[in-house]
């Protein structure tokens, strides 16, 4: 409730305080003041006022005429007019005002409690202006009764109705049709307003708005400038050697050597010889910095030339496993801190001399050390610790061959957040340490399978020592906000050389800054990225966006097709248990499920109708561990426990030739969106019950591996030709 009162907060005055949470009322708004907020209705109240509008008033009726009203029959400026419509909030009618008589006797009562809110009586003021309203000395006075003066006005009317008949009947036309059609008219129009009204009160005002299409093929940002930046980024450096602090151009230059050389090209190698020529005018007084500058130009100018003789581009994809550390700070801030996960390696070790190793590592939820190298390798861990560990367990299904067994049913890589049964050490420690699993579905259900497991590690060690490469590949990557897994997978695509296109729902300049600066810090070489509005929840949006990508330039589009699919939008459901699934829950049912699924029936249909038959897209499902564990979440566990039918669909449906499906099953991930405020529990939950957390980068890390272990084992695919279904 705090955040949500938060964010309309934020929603309607804009940026606030630091810690608004925990100051009085008076202190927030005399803070709020001071930055020139509030002066005016926000988008919050704005929304309130239409939504009132709508569901209260005639069919004719706005905003813009409530306002007219009250300025022309109260004199009501904009202040009071504000004010008026906001009180008009709190007392709204108990049902829909049938005419305008009703909205202005209703605004009338408004106004007289607006004007005794700021101390004016109502009846003073009428009083007032009645007194000074004074006829004209020029005006003449001339008294008739009503009577006769409305015997005439009939009079004067039946002539004129008469000559009307008279000259419809000369012309041939019906003096009655316009009412006849204005009469039709309001009964569709009274129609259409009932059905509206009890869509409304059925489906709420969040779905509602949920399902308007954002899609606009017009607003798309298109970003492939990687060897611009290349430079760029070279000269900046390059300045901050020669004129900056050299202990910052030396830290900067070891982070970037990798990064830089992945956007090789005969530009930058151009532009890295003439530094070095600059260099030589550099006097001898700054002999250390022309020195480091030197090294540094000629081990990129290898790096570069090395990465450029390469036909596709290779990006190292290493994971650092991280453990989560609680701090608090002498003021009593509280925060989370993430350390290397590496001592969990010795606590392996010392629990193998003391004997604990056979009851710790003897179980079938367990990684082979095959496992544990592959996955440790990209630690840079002592040898004697891997060792130790192999001592202590060696796998019955390990094999010299890795993926030596033949799939013959769907495959799913488990990845629980609690890595099986708890498992603990000496004095009680629970032991985190827990590799990715794959699993294969036969009779009794998923079952791990070792062998392919084994291979997909060996396959994860190797690219991280050797890198990966997407290449000529498209991905599309929906869900891909700030501090989410999407956003981390898209900036790893870049560097692997993908072309992405990226959905946003909250399109803004800002947002479009976000993902421009994604794309210069991670494109990598032949890297392109293409961001464009969307809403998930619409279906409209879902059949534009794939038409988009696969029209061709003629027709507006991209003329891609797509080599994987991300579907990581969604939407929060937090507090909503049993009792209050609302609007806003099957909202999100529509966007992690309806329209996934419509997604990819679209891309089929797409595939289908250019014959697209020899170059399946892959999809990776976002599953989740959480089958209604957690609560509170409205209908996310079954948003997500229903894509796993689609596992099923592919072999019983006819198409397997157009979609592969990679089922992850992403475990507790922490400092996302969506698992922020959990953040502070992870440390309590890894410490004292053995729960396994992981950050975004190392989930991303296990993610990306499995699209791309995939297509490297094509043949992994059973005899009958049915792939895999890989998970994490």
Avoid at 98 to 112: D, N, P, R, S, Y
Avoid at 386 to 402: E, G
Wanted: aromatic letters at 8%.
């Amino acid at each position: 409730m705090q955040n949500e009162i938060i964010g309309n907060l934020t929603k309607e005055l804009g940026a606030l305080p630091d810690q608004p949470e925990s100051m009085a009322l008076e202190d927030l708004a005399s803070a709020v003041a001071d930055h020139g907020a509030g002066t005016k209705l926000g988008a919050f109240t704005s929304a309130l006022i239409n939504k009132m509008v709508t569901s209260k008033m005639p069919a004719n009726s706005n905003v813009t005429a409530l306002r007219h009203y009250l300025d022309t029959h109260w004199g009501f400026k904009q202040g009071l007019q504000d004010r008026a419509l906001l009180a008009a909030i709190r007392n709204q009618p108990s049902s829909r005002l049938a005419g305008e008589k009703e909205v202005q006797t209703f605004l009338g009562e408004i106004a007289h409690t607006v004007l005794r809110s700021i101390g004016v009586d109502p009846a003073s003021l009428r009083s007032s202006a009645s007194a000074g309203a004074h006829p004209s000395p020029s005006a003449a006075t001339v008294a008739i009764s009503s009577e006769a003066l409305k015997a005439f006005q009939d009079e004067q009317r039946q002539q004129a109705e008469t000559l009307l008949g008279v000259y419809a009947r000369q012309l041939g036309r019906d003096v009655n049709e316009a009412t006849s059609e204005r009469t039709g008219a309001k009964g569709i129009i009274d129609q259409l307003q009932t059905k509206l009204d009890a869509w409304s009160a059925e489906h709420g005002d969040v779905y509602e708005q949920g399902i308007c299409p954002a899609f606009d093929a017009k607003k798309a940002r298109k970003y492939g400038s990687w060897w611009n930046w290349a430079v760029q980024q070279l000269v900046a450096l390059f300045s901050t050697a020669l004129v900056g602090r050299l202990e910052d151009f030396l830290a900067q230059a070891g982070q970037t050597r990798d990064q830089i050389a992945t956007r090789a090209s005969p530009r930058l190698l151009q532009a890295i010889e003439f530094l070095m020529r600059e260099l030589q005018s550099v006097p001898d007084c700054h002999a250390e910095r022309r020195d480091a500058t030197q090294d540094w130009l000629l081990d990129l100018e290898r790096g570069c030339k090395t990465s450029v003789g390469r036909k596709q581009l290779v990006s190292k994809c290493s994971v650092v496993s991280k453990v989560p550390v609680l701090e608090i700070d002498h003021r009593g801030q509280i925060s989370v801190k993430e350390t290397p996960r590496i001592a969990r390696i010795f606590e392996c070790e010392s629990s193998a001399r003391s004997g604990y190793g056979s009851e710790i590592l003897d179980s079938d939820e367990t990684c082979s050390i095959a496992d544990a190298q592959s996955y440790y390798g990209s630690f840079t861990l002592p040898t004697a610790s891997i060792s130790a560990f192999a001592s202590v367990y060696q796998s019955p299904w390990r094999t010299d061959t890795p993926l030596s067994s033949v799939i013959e049913d769907a495959v799913l890589v488990q990845t629980s957040p609690t890595g099986g049964s708890p498992r603990f050490l000496d004095g009680g420690a629970p032991n985190n340490m827990w590799t990715p699993e794959i699993k294969t579905k036969g009779r009794s259900g998923w079952r791990t399978n070792h062998d392919i497991t084994n291979g997909y590690l060996r396959w994860f060690q190797q690219c991280s020592t050797e890198g990966i490469s997407f290449g000529d590949k498209t991905v599309l990557v929906t869900g891909a906000g700030k501090a989410s897994i999407g956003s981390d997978i898209v900036s790893l695509c870049l560097a692997a050389g993908a072309k992405v296109i990226v959905t946003t729902s909250s399109y803004s300049p800002e947002t479009c800054g976000y993902y421009r600066d994604l794309y210069h810090q991670h494109g990598g070489r032949g890297s392109q990225l293409v961001v464009v509005p969307f809403n998930g929840g619409s279906n409209q949006d879902v059949q534009s966006l794939v038409r988009y990508v696969y029209d061709d330039d003629v027709k507006g589009g991209l003329g891609w097709d797509l080599d994987h699919i991300v579907p990581f939008a969604a939407v929060g459901e937090a507090g909503r248990a049993i009792d209050g699934i609302d609007d806003k829950s099957e909202l999100a049912h529509r966007v992690m499920l309806t329209n996934v699924v419509r997604l990819l029936g679209s891309v089929k249909a797409a595939k289908a109708k250019r014959r697209i038959t020899t170059h399946p897209t892959h999809v990776v499902l976002p599953l989740s561990p959480n089958h209604g564990v957690f609560g509170q979440d409205g209908l996310y566990a079954e948003s997500k426990l229903a894509l796993e039918a689609l596992m099923n669909k592919w072999h019983s449906e006819n198409w397997n030739e157009y979609l592969t499906l990679c089922g992850a099953v992403i475990g507790w991930t922490r400092g996302t969106g969506l698992m922020n405020n959990n953040d502070l529990l992870a440390t309590g939950i890894e410490a004292d019950l053995g729960i396994r957390t992981y950050s975004a980068s190392e989930m991303v890390g296990f993610f990306l591996q499995l699209p791309v272990f995939s297509q490297k084992r094509q043949w992994l695919m059973s005899k009958s030709g049915r792939p895999g279904i890989l998970s994490d």
